[in-house]
Structures are given as structure tokens and as C-alpha cells.
């Protein structure tokens, strides 16, 4: 599944200081994940201490990435 990154995600990962990589890992190995409102999903991660929550959605095989953020 291809992951892609909205314009407001892009811009919120730089904003955040969240790497790609670290987004990726949350989206492919989640440690946790709930159905949201409408067709998103959240997913959480651990990573280095801290934990990163995803927000996306999934459309043609691919993983539209919404915005994330450092809990």
C-alpha cells in the first residue's frame, strides 16, 4: 500500500518536527489503532520514548496521511 502525504500533513511533519520515517513505521507496525469518524483511521506508535498518532485514510490502495503529532 502507497502511502501519501496531504499538503497540511507535509506542512504539520515539518511544523512538528516528525520524520517521514518515524510516520511510516506508525502506519505499517501500529501499536495501536482505532476507526475514527467518517473512513479515517488513528494509529499510535512508540517510538524512542515518545509515541506518535497517525491520522488517515485509506482511498484506492493507498494510505492518504491526514496530519500527526507527538502525544
Known amino acids: 500500500m502507497r502511502i501519501i502525504f496531504t499538503a497540511h500533513a507535509r506542512k504539520r511533519l515539518k511544523e512538528r518536527k516528525i520524520r517521514v520515517k518515524d510516520v511510516s513505521s506508525a502506519l505499517l507496525r501500529p501499536d495501536w489503532y482505532e ?15 515518545q509515541k506518535i498518532e497517525v491520522i488517515y485514510t485509506e482511498e484506492n490502495n493507498s494510505m492518504i496521511v491526514i496530519t500527526s503529532y507527538l502525544l
Open 35 to 49: 476507526p475514527t469518524f467518517g473512513n479515517r483511521i488513528r494509529v499510535q506508535k512508540k517510538l524512542k520514548g
